[in-house]
């Protein structure tokens, strides 16, 4: 386990490193010792949980929202439709609750289990901020604004600075794609149809366009399942940098940033030639980048209420 201690940063409100040391001193244990036992029987869930925390944090902010099941919720937005591993969340907070009931707040194990599932991936650990206080409102309109495989680097820079992101943390954070699958429905656009000609999209190394042809083909079954880095789909690296350097992202948002000359900069940089040195640097900045994301309008001190089931409010 490769841990990392990084300060928190500025604009957290009352969040910090140990706040249930004294209230629910094994809590973080409880949600690692949960989320590793699931992710023995299904190797995809790493993946699920990093982007259930992103898909909190970027409405409402890291609030545990999503995770609020109604008819109206964000859980009903055609962007979270595919979210998963809710299972997860909810057994680790039922053991919770058995253990220090009513102090745990849902929107903090989530950004526990995003960072375990990193590190139970190969990837770093850190020290995450914790404090937050879960929402009381979930509404599935407010999830039209979440970031699009269809996105150009314009639109994914607009919808990160939103939040307070900027181009190297919209990068670092992209690059959890290291980890993960897609459906062939969310980019087969660009083997057939990507111009009115037919053309597949020009950006897409030629080898690799004929692997994704097979994998997906043009009337096949949409929610075929498909890694987003095609060489360590499992492991927490740098491959997915050196794939979108290479011509070989699989959603056209991944691709275009190598072709956007700022985000380009930081893909190059993480992909690198010096085995080792790049790894760590990647290593070192995707910490940071989550503490800052899942720090994102929280609800702290006496905001919120701390839900005794997470998918409905008190």
Known sequence: MNVMMILPVLGQGALKTGFYSSS??????????????HVNKDATLPAALLRLHFHDCFVQGCDGSVLIDSASSERKAPPNLGLRGFEVIDDAKSQLESACPGVVSCADILALAARD???????????????????????SSE????????????????????????????????????????HCIFFRYRLYNYTTA????????????????????????GSKSVPLDKDSPFKFDVSFFKNV?????????????????????I?????????????????????????????????????????KICSKVN
């Open 143 to 182: 999830a039209s604004n979440l970031p699009s495989p269809l996105d150009s680097v314009a639109v994914q820079r607009q919808k990160f600075a939103a939040k307070g992101l900027d181009d190297h943390d919209l990068v670092t954070l992209v690059g959890a794609h290291t980890i993960g699958q897609t």
């Open 198 to 221: 037919g053309n597949a999209d020009p950006s897409i190394n030629q080898a690799f366009l004929a692997q994704l042809q097979s994998l997906c083909p043009k009337d096949g079954d």
């Open 117 to 139: 599932a990193v590190d139970l991936s190969g990837g770093p650990s850190w020290g995450v901020p914790t404090g937050r206080r879960d929402g009381r409102t979930s509404l």
């Open 245 to 265: 350097r290479n011509g070989n992202g699989i959603l056209e948002s991944d691709q275009r940033l190598w072709g956007d000359p700022s985000t380009r900069r």
């Open 24 to 37: 629910c001193p094994k809590g973080e244990s409880i949600v690692r010792s949960t989320v590793e036992a």
């Open 267 to 307: 893909v190059d940089n993480y992909a690198g030639n010096i085995r080792g040195l790049i790894g760590f640097r990647f290593d070192f900045e995707f910490p940071k980048a989550m503490i800052k994301m899942s720090s994102i309008e929280v609800k702290t001190g006496l905001q919120g209420e701390i839900r």
